[in-house]
């Protein structure tokens, strides 16, 4: 059992140095930045924050210990001295603009790399310089990132062309999958795409979250239109009536989402499957008309018209 003396004695004594030198308490130098390590995939972008307990008057340096070579410091770039950067990053500096460095009020400054490759995995370190007579608190900190492969797949398994009649049932699919060996969540939407925009129909979520988009909610309530996850890897979008609203295209999009140490979830990547349209067959019928007009002569067109309503109308 813990003595009452003592916790007392331990109490008295912090009230007591923080009384007698408050400010060297209050102004310690601290910095911060994610915890890691971090996984990104090649091909996308990372966005390292670096965070000081005051202004940061020497601003942030921000270089690289590199995996494939831990032992050597690769200097990335400076808020501060334009010369800080090594050759090797010049060119996605000022070139491709793949790097830079964002500052974020006085106490934070933002590393972002956009098209990562493999030979950026590495512990990444801020440094933030001292500008001060003494030093007092940390002046840098580091985290670790890997990148890894991009190995998510979207196939689409139903045909480019889809031709129905109202108020037919019909079935979508697309195929999912990645080979990573990570642990990751999938999610993945179907979207209708006309002239307009693309909306989102039905989506389920990492979580296994079905949910609908604002303009389907009330067709998913009434069972109209629903999402399911067939197998591991194939997920179909059905509709049990049609509506000639219904005629678009139709794609799914996936991604893939990774948790990071702070217990959020990033997504890794994102791709989309090939469209498939759908189209009623009474359409097709009145633009098959339309373009028999600019193939006959005027006074061809209308027995054209007249024979192909006379069959939209003919007893199956």
């Not at 006085?106 to 956009?114: D, E, K, P, Q, S």
Request: hydrophobic share 35%.
């Amino acid at each position: 059992m813990s003595n009452p003396l003592s916790l007392m004695a331990q109490l008295w004594l912090l009230t007591a140095t923080y009384l007698m030198c408050p400010g060297e308490v209050l102004s310690q130098h601290q910095v911060r930045v994610p915890q890691g390590p971090l996984h990104r995939t090649e091909g996308s972008s990372v966005h390292l924050w670096c965070n000081v307990s005051h202004s940061s008057a020497g601003g942030f340096e921000w270089s690289v210990f590199p995996a494939h070579s831990p032992s050597q410091k690769l200097q990335i770039i400076s808020s501060m001295d334009p010369r800080f950067s090594y050759a090797v990053y010049r060119e996605r500096l000022a070139v491709r603009k793949e790097i830079y460095l964002e500052r974020v009020g006085t106490g934070t400054g933002r590393l972002h790399i956009t098209n990562l490759k493999a030979r950026d995995a590495g512990e990444y370190e801020c440094h933030t310089p001292n500008t001060e007579e003494n030093y007092y608190g940390t002046y840098s900190a580091s985290v670790r990132l890997t990148v890894i492969p991009d190995l998510l797949r979207v196939l689409s398994v139903s045909p480019e062309w889809v031709s129905v009649e109202d108020h037919e049932p019909l079935t979508l699919g697309c195929e999912v999958s990645s080979g990573t060996h990570y642990h990751t969540h999938i999610s993945v939407t179907w979207f209708r795409r006309n002239k307009e925009a693309s909306h989102p129909v039905l989506t389920l979520s990492r979580d296994f979250i079905i949910s609908a988009g604002r303009s389907f909610q009330w067709r998913h309530q009434a069972g109209e239109i629903g999402l399911e996850k067939v197998s591991a890897t194939l997920y179909h979008l059905r509709f049990t009536r049609l509506h000639s609203i219904d005629q678009a295209e139709y794609y799914c999009q996936a991604s893939e989402w990774i948790q990071d140490p702070d217990e959020t979830w990033y997504p890794l990547t994102t791709k989309r499957s090939r469209a498939t349209r759908v189209q009623f067959s009474s359409q097709e019928m009145m633009s098959a008309v339309r373009s028999s007009s600019f193939v006959w002569a005027e006074s061809q067109t209308l027995p054209i018209i007249l024979c192909l309503l006379l069959l939209q109308s003919w007893p199956s």
